[in-house]
């Protein structure tokens, strides 16, 4: 469920690349097909990554496939420490800065505490 406000990372090589923007921050839904909690809330994100009129603020998913051992994000979410979703992550020059989980986050709040760190 991604509009054109939030790009959908597929490869390794996609996140690094968007991670590592210079002068950017990346704030990330990892999710799963799955996950009722992920299908309730991506509304809301998508939303805000919609309204969001900071260039320097960037909207990804991720399609958490833990199921397949040698899939990329098992590491990237090993990496991030992320062992429940829907997980929101913040980065910023491939860093985490920030993280909220679970369906009940107030994403505007946490968005507003991510560009506060700016």
Same mark, same amino acid.
């Given at each position: 469920?991604a509009? #054109?406000?939030?790009?959908?990372?597929?490869?390794a =090589?996609q996140? @690094?690349?968007?991670?590592?923007? *210079?002068?950017k921050?990346?704030?990330?839904? !990892?999710?799963?097909d799955?996950?009722? *909690?992920?299908?309730?809330?991506? *509304?809301? !994100?998508?939303?805000?990554?919609? &309204?969001?009129?900071?260039?320097?603020l960037? !909207?990804?998913?991720?399609?958490?496939k833990?199921?397949e051992? #040698?899939?990329?994000?098992? *590491?990237?979410?090993?990496?991030?420490?992320?062992?429940?979703?829907?997980?929101?992550?913040?980065?910023? &020059?491939?860093?985490?800065? =920030?993280? @909220?989980?679970?369906?009940?986050?107030?994403?505007?709040? !946490?968005?507003? @505490?991510? @560009?506060?760190l700016?």
């Amino acid at each position: 469920m991604a509009n #054109d406000s939030i790009t959908v990372i597929e490869t390794a =090589e996609q996140y @690094q690349e968007l991670i590592n923007s *210079p002068g950017k921050t990346t704030i990330i839904d !990892f999710w799963a097909d799955w996950c009722m *909690p992920c299908k309730a809330i991506a *509304p809301r !994100f998508a939303k805000l990554a919609e &309204d969001n009129t900071n260039d320097n603020l960037v !909207f990804a998913k991720v399609e958490l496939k833990m199921e397949e051992a #040698d899939h990329w994000t098992g *590491p990237v979410a090993n990496e991030l420490k992320i062992v429940s979703i829907p997980h929101f992550v913040a980065l910023r &020059d491939g860093k985490k800065i =920030e993280s @909220q989980k679970g369906a009940q986050v107030n994403l505007v709040a !946490f968005v507003s @505490q991510v @560009q506060a760190l700016e």
